[in-house]
């Protein structure tokens, strides 16, 4: 297929279109850099397989040809990157979002929308099935992200009803593994960034708060079934395995042989309680589920943070 992805600069979107020129498709990728890293993208030259435009997804998309995918993975998608770009945060999940599913209508293409857990806002069901409508705080700090990919996720289904286009929605629950930025300000990169450089693992509030971390390879086996399965509603994926961001610290710690201490800080504002992802749609419907242990994707990640450190 000729595929075109937005955002594929970043640390997913990049994994994926490593495993999408694996398969042989034709790649042209689209990203502004806000956060995205063209090294990431370092061992494709530009030409017959893969082109890469440096482009808001907000401006008007050119691409001469037949397209046969769009995947729409363009985002700031950390606390620390979204209260950075408030405003393009809203853009690129409201006038990208719009722009990226036009561009799949002209093309007669399918689209596929990287939405996120972050639509569940702070749950009050746990864990989290697609049919739950979340708990989101609009005018919040965090509103700027979780709204934008709520308004996302509405317009994807409206293109879908209103101009039958074969569309997919994946509600992306916490994901790390190696190419994951030292600033990213998502607990494991900064807990794995502070251990290796000595200094104190930042913990907010008691550190009773729980993820579920699921490693990059999983994620990317999950989007490519996805792309190719007729669903076309909202699909979690995720590690449904819960943990508590203290013990992922005291984790981190006992792996990097640190001898770092854990400094706290007060919880930021709506920053969630509960973070777990049902995936029994994903089980039944793709087939899938995740297989790396938490074990083997830090020991990957850390590799990869100390060899990056180095350079």
Not at 118 to 129: A, M
Not at 134 to 152: M, S, T
Not at 197 to 204: A, D, N
């Amino acid at each position: 297929m000729r595929i075109f992805i937005t955002g594929g600069a970043g640390f997913i979107g990049s994994h994926l279109i490593d495993r999408l020129m694996e398969k042989g498709h034709e790649v042209i990728c689209m990203d502004n850099l806000i956060t995205g890293n063209l090294g990431n993208l370092s061992r494709f030259q530009s030409g017959r397989r893969f082109v890469f435009l440096q482009q808001d997804v907000t401006k008007p998309i050119e691409v001469e040809g037949p397209i046969d995918y769009v995947l729409h993975f363009a985002s700031p998608a950390s606390p620390v990157d979204y209260l950075t770009y408030p405003i393009p945060t809203l853009k690129v999940g409201s006038l990208g979002t719009h722009n990226a599913l036009g561009f799949a209508k002209a093309k007669q293409a399918k689209f596929l929308l990287a939405s996120t857990s972050e639509v569940y806002g702070d749950p009050l069901v746990s864990p989290q099935p697609e049919s739950y409508w979340g708990n989101v705080n609009p005018i919040g700090p965090r509103g700027v992200y979780d709204e934008a990919k709520r308004f996302a996720e509405a317009i994807t289904l409206a293109y879908h009803r209103s101009h039958a286009i074969d569309t997919k929605i994946a509600r992306i629950f916490n994901t790390y593994g190696p190419r994951m930025r030292k600033e990213d300000g998502r607990a494991v990169p900064n807990f794995i960034n502070q251990t290796l450089k000595g200094e104190p693992l930042t913990v907010y509030g008691d550190g009773r708060q729980t993820r579920s971390f699921c490693f990059i390879s999983d994620l990317i086996e999950g989007l490519i079934r996805l792309m190719e399965s007729p669903l076309d509603e909202p699909v979690n994926l995720g590690n449904p395995e819960e943990m508590t961001i203290l013990e992922l610290a005291q984790k981190v710690i006992q792996m990097t042989q640190s001898k770092s201490k854990v400094e706290w800080k007060p919880l930021p504002t709506d920053d969630p309680k509960q973070r777990r992802p049902d995936i029994s749609k994903a089980k039944k419907s793709l087939n899938w589920q995740p297989v790396v242990p938490l074990d083997e994707g830090l020991r990957l990640t850390i590799e990869d943070f100390r060899k990056r450190m180095k350079e």
